[in-house]
């Protein structure tokens, strides 16, 4: 079936230290590969995404992202974690096809430790 | 900030009785979609509408409708209300033509009773 996994519902890091968000796919085709994170109170807002070409993203906020196509997985990264990162992540993608739309994973909620 | 807005911010419904909930998209955006977030989950995708027309629709009831209007805007309508419709309804808006780029709104809180 086709899906969208992350399997870490939560995960706590302290401040200035890497951070890693696991994220991996079921489909037929690649297909487009998207983060979004999702703070208190806010939108969703998007922070990177991957269509074709080199499979190390950069985005926003300093999150870079690696696709790796052997393994499925498009996680998420961030050498140095601020407090203001904690918030609810998602991976999303979007089939290549004319009929689906972007579906999102379950989510990573991430705390921060001062 | 997105220039999405959606309104009612929160609101608070019986079961059986009926809602609409407002989007106004982006500037420059002709593509709404809403999507359903429940507690402590992802949003789930319950239809895009483009150009006026429905444009793809999740697994959701034909009790939930929508209309997309010629400014871009855009109504979720939810008849006959169910206590499993308590969620945080998102709007996002985009440009077709920009795959996978949303753009959403703060949400409307339902809490069915």
């Known amino acids: 079936a086709q899906s969208v996994t992350q399997p870490d519902i939560h995960i706590t890091v302290s401040e200035g230290a890497s951070l890693e968000l696991r994220c991996n796919y079921s489909?037929?085709?690649?297909?487009?590969l998207f983060w979004y994170v999702q703070s208190p109170g806010q939108g969703l807002q998007l922070l990177l995404k991957y269509f074709s070409g080199d499979t190390l993203v950069q985005g926003i906020k300093g999150f870079e992202a690696e696709f790796k196509r052997s393994q499925s997985s498009f996680n998420l990264r961030k050498p140095s974690v601020h407090w203001s990162d904690a918030a609810e992540y998602f991976c999303?993608?979007?089939?290549?096809?004319?009929?689906?739309?972007?579906?999102f994973g379950p989510g990573t909620s991430l705390s921060v430790i001062p | 900030e997105t220039g999405v807005t959606q309104s009612p911010t929160h609101l608070i419904k019986t079961r059986g009785q009926q809602v609409t909930l407002r989007c106004s998209s982006q500037?420059?955006?002709?593509?709404v979609s809403w999507y359903q977030q429940a507690l402590g989950q992802g949003p789930q995708f319950i239809f895009q509408y483009y150009r006026e027309e429905e444009n793809g629709r999740g697994n959701f009831p034909p009790r939930f409708s929508g209309l997309q209007f010629p400014n871009y805007s855009s109504e979720l309508n939810v008849n006959a209300l169910e206590l499993d419709d308590s969620a945080l309804y998102l709007c996002a808006s985009s440009s077709f033509d920009r795959v996978g780029e949303l753009f959403f709104g703060e949400g409307s809180r339902l809490t069915v009773l």
């Open positions: 999303a993608v979007e089939p290549k096809t004319s009929y689906d739309k972007v579906i």
């Open positions: 489909y037929g085709a690649t297909p487009y």
């Open positions: 500037s420059g955006h002709n593509t």
